[in-house]
Every structure is written in structure tokens, then in C-alpha cells.
């Protein structure tokens, strides 16, 4: 069964900690990796990864891909109150009726105090 | 639209109603998806479109559930007869195409309790 697992489920920061969220997963002829910021309802889209070893920027945000361990990350630096959501991992996998499911992980919901 | 939009925002509806949410994608855009959040869960697959045919229905969860998609635009996802653990956010997303490469965004979501 496919499936995304991501870690710490829940996090408590203050201004100007650096954190890193961990996303593994486990999924059939594996497409892309995207993550999610979600503060309220709507999830908003941060980086899609499909290859290995490659680092996406914006801004204080950065993430990469590891094809071969199955995993990505997503790194914060300074982070601000405004960082505070909860971040969500999901993959895309290839094949059959199932081109348009993202499997979604159960997300990590980052606090970052003043 | 400028984004993915759904009506209604919010809606209370007594157990053994029918409800329709509706989702308006972004102009263009192809490929149409519907996902349910419950309350401290991840999100759940329901059903994509690309175009107006439905190639993948397999996160439905009964036949309670069903969705359709004209003009390659607004899709209706319609629950019969709801019950208390339909409650839950239903999200739809939008991208120009299914498949890699093409960015999924969100709408806000309809929020569904039901009494």
C-alpha cells in the first residue's frame, strides 16, 4: 500500500529557529513529491521535487529530494510567527487509473512562538 | 477565475440530506480534484477529473458520494443522504493538466457539518 509518512507530526519553535520537517514514503513507480503550507483551509503550493539531489529556494524555505532513501525534506530558517501552518508532503505516483492521486501525509503542524 | 472557488464556504445540513458542494477550477485548467479533510486528519483522495471524464473514483467512500464535471469547468460533488461522519472539509484543487509537472492549487474548501 502506498504511503507517506511524515515527522515531527507537531513542533514548537522560536522566532528565528531554524527547523527541518521530514517527509519518507513508500509508493509505486513514484512521480513527483510536492509540499503544502495549510493555515487555514485552502493548502498552498511551496516545491515540487521529482529529481534527486536538487535543492529548491524561495526565499527562507528549501527543500530536496532523495530518490534513492525515499525521503525529502523542508528547511526553514529565521523563522517567523508567520511560518506557523501546517505543512503537508505528498506524492504523486504514476500509473493507471491513479494519475491524479496525491497521497498526502498526515502533516506536520509547525508552532513558532514570538 | 483568478483561483480555485468553491461555494459554499460553509454548510449545516441535518443528517439524511442531500448536499451539493460546487467547484469552480481556474480558467484553463483540465484536470479537476476533490479531497475530504476531517477534523486532525490528512487529506483523503475522493475523485479526479481530466476534461469531464472521471478515470479514477476510487477514494469515494460509498455510493453515498458522487461527482460530475460539464464543460470542462465547474464540477458538483453531490452527497446523498449524509451522514454525521461526512462531516469534514471538502477541498478541490485544479491543475492545467494530470500528471507530473503540473502544479495542484487549492480552493479554500467547503466546510460540512452535519447535525
Known amino acids: 500500500e502506498d504511503k507517506v509518512v511524515q515527522s515531527p507530526l507537531s513542533l514548537v519553535v522560536h522566532e528565528g529557529d531554524t527547523v527541518t520537517l521530514n517527509c519518507s514514503y513508500e509508493?509505486?513507480?513514484?512521480?513527483?513529491l510536492l509540499w503544502y503550507k495549510q493555515e487555514k483551509k485552502a493548502p498552498t503550493f511551496l516545491f515540487m521535487l521529482?529529481?534527486?539531489?536538487i535543492e529548491k529556494k524561495s526565499g527562507r524555505l528549501s527543500s530536496i529530494l532523495d530518490k534513492k532513501e525515499l525521503f525529502s525534506i523542508l528547511n526553514i530558517t529565521a523563522t517567523q510567527t508567520g511560518d506557523s501552518a501546517v505543512y503537508l508532503c505528498?506524492?504523486?505516483?504514476?500509473?493507471?487509473?491513479?494519475?491524479?492521486?496525491?497521497?498526502f501525509g498526515k502533516g506536520t503542524k509547525l508552532s513558532v512562538k514570538p | 477565475g483568478a483561483g480555485v472557488s468553491q461555494s459554499p464556504s460553509n454548510k449545516v445540513t441535518e443528517k439524511g440530506k442531500d448536499v451539493e458542494l460546487r467547484c469552480d477550477p481556474i480558467?484553463?485548467?483540465?484536470?479537476l480534484y476533490w479531497y475530504r479533510q476531517r477534523l486532525g486528519q490528512g487529506l483523503e483522495f475522493l475523485i479526479y477529473f481530466q476534461g469531464n471524464s472521471a478515470p479514477d473514483k476510487s477514494g469515494l467512500p460509498s455510493d453515498r458520494f458522487s461527482a460530475e464535471r460539464t464543460g470542462e469547468s465547474v464540477s458538483t460533488l453531490t452527497i446523498q443522504r449524509t451522514q454525521q461522519e461526512d462531516s469534514a472539509v471538502y477541498l478541490c484543487?485544479?491543475?492545467?493538466?494530470?500528471?507530473?509537472?503540473?502544479?495542484?492549487?487549492f480552493g479554500e474548501g467547503s466546510w460540512l457539518t452535519v447535525v
Open positions: 480558467s484553463g485548467h483540465t484536470a
Open positions: 484543487a485544479s491543475s492545467l493538466s494530470a500528471g507530473v509537472g503540473y502544479t495542484i492549487y
Open positions: 521529482t529529481s534527486s539531489g
Open positions: 509508493v509505486t513507480n513514484f512521480r513527483s
Open positions: 505528498a506524492v504523486e505516483a504514476r500509473g493507471g487509473g491513479s494519475q491524479g492521486n496525491l497521497i
